[in-house]
């Protein structure tokens, strides 16, 4: 099983910033797409951001494309989330994913389905 776990969640004022951080087991780090999702209260999780197993390519949530950022480490296992410009709307429990679908290193999954793997989830509250 690999497992994910999360970190950097709390409680920031709208326009704060905070820092995800999402470290895999395993030595196969280098195969998975990664992931981030988020599920507010009461709405379906939804796709945030996600980066290629390379690297190379990344995809955004139009809600969040130019405010927050995903990068990985391959060489320390782990993936982060930098949330910038918050919001209230952007409230929620965030999840990290990790995708072994891998038609190519450029591919990023967008869809939850092909997520195989999912951290436990990190609060993110944003006040107004």
């Known amino acids: 099983q690999v497992q994910l776990v999360e970190s950097g969640g709390g409680l920031v004022q709208a326009g704060g910033s905070l820092r995800l951080s999402c470290a895999a087991s395993g030595r196969t780090f280098s195969i998975y797409a990664m992931g981030w999702f988020r599920q507010a209260p009461g709405k379906e999780r939804e796709f945030v951001a996600g980066i290629s197993s390379s690297g190379g390519s990344t995809a955004y949530a139009v809600s969040v494309k130019g405010r927050f950022t995903i990068s990985r480490d391959n060489a320390e296992n782990t993936v982060y989330l930098q949330l910038n410009s918050l919001k209230p709307e952007d409230t929620a429990v965030y999840y990290c994913?990790?995708?072994?679908?891998?038609?190519?290193?450029?591919?990023?999954?967008?869809?939850?389905?092909?997520?195989?793997?999912w951290g436990q989830g990190t609060q993110v509250t944003v006040s107004s």
């Open positions: 994913g990790a995708s072994a679908s891998r038609v190519s290193p450029l591919h990023v999954p967008t869809t939850r389905a092909l997520y195989d793997y």
